[in-house]
């Protein structure tokens, strides 16, 4: 996964992953809650 450059026109300056509209946040605060990361691509790809 790639975070791209944080920009006011995706998402209010939030990071978010490459190619995407996904939250870095999103992601490390379903990994924090014991999902795999194989899970979170299964499910956001």
Request: charged content about 30%; some cysteine; aromatic content about 4%.
């Amino acid at each position: 996964m790639k975070v791209k450059r944080i920009t006011p026109k995706i998402c209010h300056y939030k990071p978010v992953l490459k190619d995407t509209r996904v939250l870095v946040a999103d992601v490390l605060d379903i990994l924090a809650n014991g999902i795999t990361i194989e899970e979170v691509l299964e499910e956001y790809t």
